[in-house]
Structures are given as structure tokens and as C-alpha cells.
């Protein structure tokens, strides 16, 4: 777990290494009861032969979302290939609520026009209807981007199949071509790439808030320092290369600052750094240990670890500084905090007497539950949607990233094919 002792000696535990190429799996291993039935039916064309079927990705996004019951098309009662065709009694005679009907035909030389339409078969109304232009690289964003739609229309929450991830790696762990790596992926685990490697440890990425650029803390001068990636551009810089520690970054949620875990004054603290003059303030004093910063999303406070209190807690304290105000008190740790999307929840790292595992704690009534079962969870990451959390774990000896349901009552494990992978972060929606 991100850890205070991780911030003075930056020594943690490594999971074992792999390819920097890898393709992460995703193993739905609890969804939710009475999901949602719904079918997809008839998206691939008879001309379409792009490798990746726009069907497939729907439903493996829809199936993997934990609210979806996407039927087998041996469950189909009928076979349908156009709207005319539609018989809503027999749907909703066989249990089936809504209906996804497509069409991907091809509009030229590598390019396709793909159509949808959502139905509702209880109503016997058509809810979305729409036709987009593709290309063959764009068809799995083509797919993740009608998956959002329709889980936006039937759950009112915004989907985020069209969103990413970023992790770090090792390769070759223990040897003498031991790597680090920091990535990004599609929700979904394909289209991994590297953002940057080095053969010292890499720690704590950040997203900001535009999705164009991850903070991180980088060991390849021998020290700890902070650094920013353009990951359009492919550019970097270094942020803050102190004498000390050089920890934790986290955007503001308007991208003008960064919040620095540093030792500059002693003990680590939190100091905000303007990312237009790159002059610092410090926010916390005390002989403590303060660092993971997390902004709420109103810009005006952060919440942080310290362990003032004699051990790892959660505490909030203003942008303008002032007396931290003490946020946890269930268990005898709790750390590693990240706010929902609409500050109402905050989830964190507790362990009070069974492991580290991932919990919520709603900010108005201070009421925590465990949402996770493992015995090692680490780095809880809310999606920009608020609906899952994705983090880290440990399975048979083996590190994984998993994913949980706010609520608790969606699991998934995600695996890369080859190795393991920490440090897990989500990105913000795509604009």
C-alpha cells in the first residue's frame, strides 16, 4: 500500500516483472444480482472485417461494467438484423429489457459508417439512435464510446469505457536488466503503452486534469524527484529535484497546481507548487510525517496522510494552510485517500485488524465500509465517474490490479498476461 514509511525510504514491494507490452485481462469475479438483461444484436456487417468488431467491444464493456446482463446470442428468441424486424413481445417475453441493434457498413477505402440504435423493449421505445464515421484504428474507441452511451441511458450514470489507466511496472525484476515502467491503457486493458521507463524505481503517477500529462516521482538521478510527461507530446521536465524527499504529486482539479509531498523544512510535508511560477508553499508543519495529497474537487482543501496521532490517518486541511482537521478514526490505519468525483466519499487504505484492504468513508456522517477482501490492497483510484475504484492486490503470490464498484458489489481482477503491475491510477473523462 502507499505507505508513510514509503515516503522516508521509498523502499516498497515490488511486484514481479513483465513485458512492457503486455495486455491486460479483465475477470469479472462478483456482479451485481438482477443485473440488467439486455442483448446486442447483429453489429458486424457482412463487409466489415476490421480485426476488432465493434460488437465484441460493446459487449465485453457492458459485460465487465458488473450492471449488464448481455445475453448469449443462443438466448436470442429471435433473430433480428433491422428495427422492422423487431418483435417486443417476444424479447420481453424471453426477460430481456433493452436492446442494442447495429450496423457497421463500409463507406470507402478503410472507412466504415457505423449505426446504432437502443431500444426499450418494455416501452416499446427507441432511446438512442445514432451513425458515425470510422476508420479501422478508430473502432475500438468507436465501440467504447457507444458502450458509454448506453450506460449512460439506462443507469444515468456517465459511462467511462472511454477512459484510461496508468500503472507502473517492473521487467526483470532482481536481475541486472531490471526495468521500471510507467504506462497507459484503455479502460479495458488494450492499447497499452509505455510512457517511460528507467532502470530506477518510478512511484505515484498522477493524471491531470485534461488527461494530457501524468506527474511522477522518478529515481533515475539517484534521488527522489518529481517529474511531468506530456504523453501527447512525449516531452518531459522535472518539477522539483530538492535535497530530500521529492514525493507524492496531485493536480489541482483546474490544472494550475501541484501538491508535493517534500522535505525541505525537515520532516516531509505538503507544500503547493504553482505550476506557472514553480514557487512553493507550505501547508503543513509539524514533525509528523504528511504526505499523499488529495485535492477535494471545490479546489479549496486537500486531504493527506499523517501520522500525528501516533499512526497512519486521514486528515484535511485548507489551501490556505491552518490547523489539519483529523477526518478518520475507524481502524488503526488508514491512508492513501482519493475523493469521489462529487466529494461526497472519499476511499482509503484501512486495516483494522484483517489486512490492508480498500474502503469508503462517506464525508457527511463519517460511516466507513470495507469494499475489498484482500489482505495487501493498495492505491485506491476513484473513476472520473465516480462508479469504481480501481487498485492494487496481491493474488497466489502474484501482483494484480483489481477493480470494485463503489458500493462494493462489483468485483473484477485485472491482470496483465504476462507479470504484474502497481501503482494504479484512473484518468479523467476524455475531452
Excluded at 135 to 153: N, P, W, Y
Excluded at 202 to 219: E, H
Excluded at 340 to 367: C, E, K, W
Aim: with cysteine.
Amino acid at each position: 500500500m502507499k505507505s508513510l514509511s514509503k515516503v522516508i525510504s521509498f523502499a516498497c514491494m515490488l511486484f514481479v516483472g513483465q513485458s512492457a507490452y503486455a495486455v491486460l485481462e479483465i475477470e469479472i469475479t462478483q456482479g451485481i444480482e438482477g443485473a440488467l438483461p439486455i442483448a446486442i444484436v447483429a453489429f458486424a456487417g457482412d463487409v466489415y472485417t476490421a480485426p476488432e468488431v465493434v460488437e465484441n467491444i460493446v459487449r465485453d464493456d457492458l459485460q465487465r461494467s458488473g450492471f449488464f446482463d448481455v445475453l448469449g446470442k443462443q438466448r436470442f428468441p429471435q433473430i433480428v438484423t433491422d428495427s422492422s424486424q423487431l418483435n417486443y413481445k417476444v424479447w420481453r417475453d424471453a426477460g430481456v429489457e433493452s436492446l442494442l441493434l447495429g450496423k457497421v457498413t463500409k463507406a470507402g477505402a478503410g472507412q466504415y459508417r457505423v449505426e446504432f440504435q437502443l431500444f426499450d423493449l418494455i416501452r416499446q421505445k427507441r432511446l438512442l439512435g445514432h451513425v458515425v464515421p470510422a476508420t479501422i484504428k478508430d473502432v475500438r474507441k468507436v465501440g467504447h464510446k457507444i458502450s458509454d452511451l448506453v450506460f449512460e441511458k439506462l443507469t444515468g450514470i456517465r459511462g467511462a469505457f472511454s477512459t484510461r489507466i496508468a500503472y507502473v511496472s517492473t521487467i526483470n525484476k532482481n536481475t541486472a536488466n531490471q526495468k521500471y515502467v510507467l504506462q497507459i491503457a484503455d479502460a479495458d486493458g488494450h492499447n497499452a503503452r509505455t510512457v517511460f521507463s528507467s532502470k530506477k524505481q518510478l512511484l505515484s503517477p498522477s493524471w491531470s486534469p485534461d488527461g494530457t500529462r501524468l506527474a511522477y516521482v522518478s529515481f533515475e538521478s539517484g534521488n527522489s524527484a518529481v517529474y511531468v510527461q506530456d504523453i501527447i507530446q512525449g516531452t518531459r521536465s522535472r518539477i522539483s529535484g530538492r535535497a530530500g524527499i521529492n514525493s507524492a504529486p496531485a493536480w489541482s482539479p483546474d490544472g494550475r497546481y501541484l501538491a508535493l509531498t517534500l522535505s525541505v523544512g525537515g520532516s516531509p510535508d505538503i507544500y503547493i507548487m504553482d505550476m506557472g511560477a514553480r514557487d512553493i508553499k507550505r501547508l503543513t508543519s509539524a514533525t509528523s510525517i504528511d504526505t499523499e495529497a488529495c485535492w477535494m474537487p471545490d479546489s479549496k482543501s486537500l486531504l493527506f496522510t499523517s501520522d500525528r496521532s501516533g499512526g497512519p490517518q486521514i486528515y484535511r486541511v485548507s489551501v490556505n494552510g491552518g490547523k489539519p482537521k483529523r477526518l478518520t478514526f475507524e481502524g488503526e490505519y488508514n491512508a492513501a485517500a482519493d475523493i469521489s468525483p462529487d466529494g461526497r466519499y472519499l476511499t482509503l487504505v484501512n486495516n483494522s485488524g484483517h489486512g490492508f484492504r480498500i474502503a469508503v468513508m462517506d464525508m457527511q456522517n463519517q460511516a466507513m465500509r470495507v469494499i475489498s477482501n484482500g489482505s495487501l490492497d493498495e492505491g485506491p483510484s476513484y473513476a472520473p465517474n465516480g462508479s469504481m475504484i480501481i487498485y492494487a492486490t496481491a493474488e497466489q503470490g502474484r501482483g494484480v490490479l483489481a477493480a470494485v464498484s463503489a458500493d462494493g458489489r462489483v468485483k473484477q481482477k485485472i491482470r496483465l498476461t504476462e507479470g504484474d503491475v502497481r501503482e494504479p491510477t484512473w484518468s479523467p473523462f476524455r475531452f
